[in-house]
């Protein structure tokens, strides 16, 4: 027997209902600018946009040393850009803009050896700002050059990537804020109007192990010996310093960016690290307490864009392959509506080396589309998602409906009450994965809508552990890391969309809709095309 779970009576006779913003679809990941020269790369982002509706991508490794830009000629900077002109001559031709994000160093002007992720990202500050000044100027000025001014203006420019983190930035808070202050004036003196912000920082903390110059291991502490993580203060990373910081030297602030990722990697006194996973309603607290943030900071104009999120940091947590990841983009979207101005999905696709390339289709990337182009079902969320109309009439927990003109759009899911977390993380295997796919019970959905045009059809579909999800046909196969091309045609019919029933509008211009939800499940109601 199912339990009611969303049982709705709407009219929508006298419902213009209010504006509406996707800001979900704003912004979007990926990995590292020289892998979006791959011709696969950029069909599946043309595949995302068509999908996800999505705006501007955001990508590491611009001046990484694959990319061929940075160059000297007796000594001045005079870079060359035929790379970064063929991959975002590609963005641009999908429809897409490019979220600019300024970093790391070129390997001639990295004040370290030491590199990060497999393709050797230079995480530590440049040796000499003010040749990273000129790059930074030279690079801006090429953009408008070659694209236009009025094209360049409708960009964003992000300062570096998660400067709190040694890997990422081996230097001091003050460096990155000196650093900030370079990069701001070189973009600013191209053209003022150019939307330029930081600090781009990553996931919410409750202590002070970021309160200094550099990040204290000791204050893990805290996390680690916290009985109830959700009743901490948890706190973006040296915004309001960096807010403060601008403020006093006069820097212009476009927009804010930090990273909500809902989990924290902590670390004992021996270095031993524990993978941390917080409350279901971690990610809406954070975008909240940002918005408190700007709203009475000294740029309460600034926009705010959540430049990097998922239920986890890590590309190899095989939820990001399961209906749960679905089910958690849409729950948390619906609770953030009106608080920011982007949340952007990490990442787009599988095709991401920061650990190498994944062994399996399925292999716990932080893609909405595995490296064959498959969608996951979190590529249905956002699928989803886009379906939605510019106008919200009604929205509560699991539940959302809008309009666009005449059409009416309304989009459910399933999160079970049995799992209170953010999606538990899987690692190493799929047993976590597994076992919170099969946590909670089925519920029932059981709408009814008035006020609609009598005889209209509507369409339901779901997408659940048994529709819609790729993972169930490649079970089947056996679950083979390389399949044959007709394998993988199977499979990829298997993701294509979930399942569809029909409805129709009453003569009296009700439409009702009973229907069962699996738990992870989402479904979307429509008017048929």
Same mark, same amino acid.
């Given at each position: 027997?199912?339990?009611?779970?969303?049982?709705?009576?709407?009219?929508?006779?006298?419902?213009? $209902?209010?504006?509406?913003? %996707?800001?979900?679809?704003?912004?979007?990941?990926?990995?590292?600018?020289?892998?979006?020269?791959?011709?696969?790369?950029?069909?599946?982002?043309?595949?995302?946009?068509?999908?996800?509706?999505?705006?501007?991508?955001?990508? %590491?490794?611009?001046?990484? $040393?694959?990319? #061929?830009?940075?160059?000297? /000629?007796?000594?001045?900077?005079?870079?060359?850009?035929?790379?970064?002109?063929?991959?975002?001559?590609?963005?641009?031709?999908?429809?897409?803009?490019?979220?600019?994000?300024?970093? !790391?160093?070129?390997?001639?002007?990295?004040? +370290?050896?030491?590199?990060?992720?497999?393709?050797?990202?230079?995480?530590? @500050?440049?040796?000499?700002?003010?040749?990273?000044?000129?790059?930074?100027?030279?690079?801006?000025?090429?953009?408008?050059?070659?694209?236009?001014?009025?094209?360049?203006?409708?960009?964003?420019?992000?300062?570096?990537?998660?400067?709190?983190? *040694?890997? #990422?930035?081996?230097?001091?808070?003050?460096?990155?804020?000196?650093?900030?202050?370079?990069?701001?004036?070189?973009?600013?003196?191209?053209?003022?109007?150019?939307?330029?912000?930081?600090?781009?920082?990553?996931?919410?903390?409750?202590?002070?192990?970021?309160?200094?110059?550099?990040?204290?291991?000791?204050?893990?502490?805290?996390?680690?010996?916290?009985?109830?993580?959700?009743?901490?203060?948890?706190?973006?990373?040296?915004?309001?310093?960096?807010?403060?910081?601008?403020?006093?030297?006069?820097?212009?602030?476009?927009?804010?960016?930090?990273?909500?990722?809902?989990?924290?990697?902590?670390?004992?006194?021996?270095?031993?690290?524990?993978?941390?996973?917080? *409350?279901?309603?971690?990610?809406?607290?954070?975008?909240?307490?940002?918005?408190?943030?700007?709203?009475?900071?000294?740029?309460?104009?600034?926009?705010?864009?959540?430049?990097?999120?998922?239920?986890?940091?890590?590309?190899?947590? !095989?939820?990001?392959?399961?209906?749960?990841?679905?089910?958690?983009?849409?729950?948390?979207?619906?609770?953030?509506?009106?608080?920011?101005?982007?949340?952007?999905?990490?990442?787009?696709?599988? /095709?991401?080396?920061?650990?190498?390339? $994944?062994?399996?289709? #399925? %292999? *716990?990337?932080?893609?909405?589309?595995?490296?064959?182009?498959?969608?996951? @079902?979190?590529?249905?969320?956002?699928?989803?998602?886009?379906?939605?109309?510019?106008?919200?009439?009604?929205?509560? +927990?699991?539940?959302?409906?809008?309009?666009?003109?005449?059409?009416?759009?309304?989009?459910?899911? %399933?999160?079970?009450?049995?799992?209170?977390?953010?999606?538990?993380?899987? #690692?190493?295997?799929?047993?976590?994965?597994?076992?919170?796919?099969?946590?909670?019970?089925?519920?029932?959905?059981?709408?009814?809508?008035?006020?609609?045009?009598?005889?209209?059809?509507?369409?339901?579909?779901?997408?659940?552990?048994?529709?819609?999800?790729?993972?169930?046909?490649?079970?089947?196969?056996?679950?083979?890391?390389?399949?044959?091309?007709?394998?993988? +045609?199977?499979?990829?019919?298997?993701?294509?969309?979930?399942?569809?029933?029909?409805?129709?509008?009453?003569?009296?211009?009700?439409?009702? /809709?009973?229907?069962?939800?699996?738990?992870?499940?989402?479904?979307?109601?429509?008017?048929?095309?």
């Amino acid at each position: 027997m199912t339990e009611a779970i969303m049982e709705r009576e709407l009219d929508l006779a006298d419902a213009p $209902g209010v504006p509406l913003d %996707h800001f979900w679809s704003r912004v979007v990941g990926a990995g590292r600018a020289n892998e979006g020269l791959r011709a696969h790369w950029q069909s599946q982002l043309t595949q995302a946009h068509r999908l996800g509706g999505f705006d501007y991508v955001r990508f %590491h490794g611009l001046f990484h $040393g694959d990319m #061929f830009v940075y160059r000297e /000629v007796d000594g001045e900077v005079a870079p060359s850009f035929h790379y970064v002109d063929l991959l975002f001559d590609a963005i641009l031709a999908a429809g897409m803009r490019p979220f600019v994000e300024f970093g !790391f160093s070129p390997p001639e002007l990295a004040r +370290e050896t030491g590199t990060v992720f497999w393709w050797g990202a230079n995480g530590s @500050p440049p040796t000499d700002n003010e040749k990273w000044a000129a790059l930074v100027r030279a690079t801006v000025e090429h953009w408008v050059a070659r694209y236009g001014i009025d094209e360049v203006r409708a960009w964003y420019f992000e300062v570096w990537n998660e400067p709190n983190l *040694g890997p #990422f930035f081996r230097g001091t808070r003050s460096e990155y804020f000196e650093l900030y202050r370079v990069t701001v004036l070189a973009v600013k003196a191209v053209d003022p109007a150019l939307r330029v912000g930081g600090p781009a920082t990553s996931n919410f903390v409750p202590d002070a192990r970021f309160d200094g110059e550099v990040e204290d291991i000791a204050q893990h502490e805290t996390v680690l010996t916290a009985p109830d993580l959700d009743a901490l203060d948890w706190r973006p990373v040296w915004l309001e310093e960096f807010l403060r910081f601008c403020a006093d030297n006069r820097l212009p602030v476009d927009f804010v960016s930090c990273h909500p990722y809902p989990t924290d990697w902590a670390l004992d006194g021996h270095g031993n690290g524990r993978k941390l996973t917080r *409350g279901v309603e971690a990610t809406p607290t954070d975008l909240r307490r940002v918005r408190e943030i700007v709203d009475a900071g000294p740029f309460p104009r600034a926009e705010i864009h959540l430049t990097e999120w998922s239920s986890s940091s890590s590309s190899r947590d !095989f939820t990001h392959d399961y209906p749960q990841a679905a089910a958690f983009v849409v729950r948390t979207v619906l609770a953030s509506i009106g608080l920011v101005d982007s949340l952007a999905y990490w990442t787009f696709t599988d /095709v991401f080396e920061e650990e190498g390339a $994944g062994r399996d289709p #399925f %292999h *716990g990337g932080f893609g909405m589309l595995n490296q064959d182009g498959i969608p996951k @079902p979190a590529m249905h969320a956002y699928r989803m998602l886009n379906a939605l109309g510019d106008h919200l009439v009604h929205r509560d +927990e699991g539940l959302v409906v809008t309009r666009r003109g005449t059409d009416v759009t309304a989009l459910a899911v %399933h999160y079970p009450e049995e799992v209170a977390l953010s999606v538990p993380a899987s #690692f190493g295997t799929r047993d976590v994965a597994d076992r919170t796919l099969a946590t909670g019970q089925p519920k029932r959905l059981s709408l009814r809508i008035a006020g609609l045009v009598a005889g209209e059809r509507y369409a339901l579909e779901v997408v659940d552990d048994r529709h819609g999800w790729a993972m169930t046909e490649w079970t089947r196969q056996g679950r083979d890391g390389n399949p044959s091309m007709a394998d993988l +045609e199977a499979i990829r019919a298997g993701a294509g969309q979930g399942a569809t029933t029909w409805h129709t509008v009453s003569d009296d211009g009700v439409l009702a /809709v009973d229907a069962e939800l699996r738990p992870w499940a989402i479904a979307l109601l429509n008017r048929a095309r």
